[in-house]
């Protein structure tokens, strides 16, 4: 609705000049000698003429009258609504991908896993988180995307955080000879493969919670920033031997796979003598892939962007397109090895995001709070599980 400015009606023709009364408390119209003026208001402080100045000021609006000539008050336009609705098989306003949050373990809104097609008004966003983290049989709580990040000071591109989940019971490959899993494992990882700054950027927030169903009460809940391994030895599965941190879809190697063999975290109290990653409270190695990475690395240039669709795809086709043949949407990983020495100790201990335990408990430093079992065991049994999330207008950055 229209703001309708107060109406002046001279008795004689006169100059008017308007000035909103949100902007001033008062207002001078000049009159010719013997003219006269009248001023209607919903309340009237005063109405003279002196000279030939009328000075005249208002309380409040003046109700119009039917001889007034309305004046409008210009305001913005609003967005047209058409813009801002969601059209089913396009991409989704971003209020629409917003409204996925979950409250953090500082208090805090935090972006949260969302499925690729929103089911209310069937657009897509674009990008995919993996795996329901809701399918979990280890917890079915919503991960906070970043929390350990921002802990760390960090800020990591929501497209990149992945789910995995594998249930106890799944049909899964393994490195024995049962490939059916007896634990339950969901890591929420930041492994986005669209972005150069991956090639040099070593640490990267996870979440693992872990039950382990075959009778040895070896539990994990945990979140921090996993230690991925220096730049130095980052590689490709085409280097004999292999270099030991990430192996990436790199020029001059035909193999696509992209692979992150040292995603390190470990729990270490002050007084742990030793910091072998056996050796301390908890310690994992768990490993993340994905076959079909969207950039590919060039080992003399880790700030050069190299569309894998461009260098190992057909020619034809636009890499930043849902058709693209490279799209980080087909990928596998592995639980472990895990490790525990913590038998008879306590099962809840606050860290920072690196791990480090506060001897005394959580304070502004170690606000992180991690919980595992009081027991002293490994799990070297490795479970890999591969599952593709492609399609449903899924692009570049995923």
Partial sequence: MRRLLPPLVALLSVTVVLVPLAM???QSITLNPGDTLTVACKTQLSGSVSGQQAQLACAALPTPTATST???MVVPSPTPVSSQQPV?????????????VTTGPDGNSYPTWHPPVDPQYECYFGHEHGADPRTSHATTDMPAFGYAAAVMGMTEPHPGFKAFVMNAGDRVESNV????????A?????????GVARYTQQLHSFQLDYVDRSGSGRFAHLSGMTDTGPTSKDGSTCDLPRQGAKDFSTLGCADTYEIWNATRFQLTHPSDPFHGINETRF???PSFAAFDPITTRDPADNSRLVYTQSVKGRADVDPTSPVADFLGCRREFYSGPLFWDNAGRQTVYYTDAMGM???????????????????TGNKTTIYKD????????IRTPN
């Fill in 386 to 393: 591969r599952t593709d999330y492609c399609g449903s207008g």
């Fill in 186 to 194: 969901r890591f929420v990882f930041h492994m986005g493969t669209g």
């Fill in 283 to 285: 310690g994992m190695v």
């Fill in 88 to 100: 089913a098989g396009q991409l989704c306003p971003a209020w629409v991908h917003d409204r996925y």
């Fill in 177 to 184: 000879s049962s490939k059916v899993a007896d634990e339950d």
């Fill in 24 to 26: 001033a408390a008062s």
């Fill in 70 to 72: 309305p004046v409008p």
């Fill in 357 to 375: 335990i506060a001897p005394n408990g959580p304070d502004a430093d170690h606000p992180i709070r991690q919980e595992i079992s009081a027991l």
